[in-house]
């Protein structure tokens, strides 16, 4: 991620399916939770994540993202994603996908659409032709805006120390290849209190980038806190403020 606030929306948004399947996973649980937003460990906006039941087993999960402070108000940033999935024994699929937002003068939208009968993924709107796809979808396939919901149900149903989640996101019209390893326990502190958390970690091989993320596993599927470190310092932050 580049040091643009707009960036934060994939960290929100940072699956369903990892080191295999996620057919033991935990039942959904529906929730909003609110986030502080933070950039160079200064608050700049605030996102908020929520997960309904639409009906049966189809739920939407959706993220808002807007800049309060600093040049992220100024100009009037805001981002909203939407995904909606369906939820079984089998696992989570995604069935279709928007999201629009930037700043006040730059608005874009993008619509994803996951198509299980010839297993591809199609993106369309402020896309370039290049990344409009197809994009191979399959088991291990995950899209950024549900990787945080993923990585907390996996975690809810029983993650190991020292274990490698591995994934495949597609984004932009590709698929690439991620994986998170399981760190352990750890105590962390957020706004809404200190917890016991399992912490999950992944690296760019590229890059001189990291991203933690902790949950706490008797909470419903929302992390307590995301962290984005590049060249060594923190960047990107949220902080879970507020759990309903």
Known sequence: MSLNISRLATLLALSFAAAGSLAQATALEAFTARYEVLRDGKSQGEAVMKLERIDGERWRF????????????????EMNESIELSASDSGLRPLSASASGGISLRRRSVETRFDWTTNEVHWSGDVKPEHAGPA?????????????LALAQRVRAGA?????????????GDSDAVEYRVRGSERVSVPIGEHQAIALHHRRTDKDREITVWVDPSLPPAPLRVLQRDDGQDSYELRLVELK
Not at 64 to 69: A, I
Not at 136 to 148: E, K
């Open 160 to 172: 190991e120390v020292g274990q490698i989640l591995s994934f495949d996101m597609v984004n932009r």
């Open 62 to 77: 959706s993220n808002e993202v807007r800049g309060t402070s600093g040049m992220a108000r100024l100009s009037g940033f």
């Open 136 to 148: 191979p979808l399959s088991a291990r396939s995950v899209t950024p805006q549900l990787l945080n």
